[in-house]
């Protein structure tokens, strides 16, 4: 028991933080989900930049041939 007892310190702070950033990073996941933009123009940017993605894809594809 002696000798486990060094590693087991040693070992409880990484255990300890990759705990914490496992709950972290569940905790940023849910909250994105249910979360929904309540500013109009933010849905308009983000249309405008599928769009934009949209003609350079179609550019690319033109260039190509």
């Known amino acids: 028991?002696?000798?486990i007892l060094p590693y087991l310190f040693y070992l409880s702070c990484p255990i300890s933080m990759g705990g914490m950033m496992w709950f972290m990073m569940r905790?940023?996941?849910g909250g994105r989900a249910d979360r929904k933009p309540s500013d109009p123009r933010i849905d308009a940017l983000q249309r405008e930049v599928q769009a934009l993605h949209a003609a350079q894809r179609e550019r690319?594809?033109?260039e190509m041939k």
């Open 27 to 29: 905790g940023m996941q």
């Open 60 to 62: 690319e594809r033109v």
């Open 1 to 3: 028991m002696n000798q």
